[in-house]
């Protein structure tokens, strides 16, 4: 089984940048603007000859409005499936 790798960070720090980087491709959208990246996304990837799967998660601010409570708790039961964060 490949190692779960879940991106986490406040919004628009990066998050889907570093995904696309690490699954050698365009699959996550990136704008310059927060609040872009809503949904899970989980996909293979490689990274210096090491396989893993790798998820990108939206922006987390619990306490914000109620879109961003959703997303943070999108964000919480990836964290929940993770070996490393």
């Known amino acids: 089984m490949k190692p779960h790798v879940v991106i986490v960070g406040r919004p628009n720090v990066g998050k889907s940048t570093l ?3 690490f699954v050698g491709g365009q699959v996550a959208i990136v704008e310059d603007r927060p609040g872009i990246t809503r949904d899970r996304k989980t996909h293979d990837a490689n990274w210096l000859g090491r396989e893993f799967v790798v998820t990108d998660t939206g922006g987390w601010m619990p306490g914000g409005s ?3 409570e959703k997303v943070s708790r999108q964000v919480e039961q990836a964290v929940k499936t993770a070996d490393l964060v």
């Open 19 to 21: 995904f696309n980087r």
């Open 66 to 68: 109620e879109l961003d």
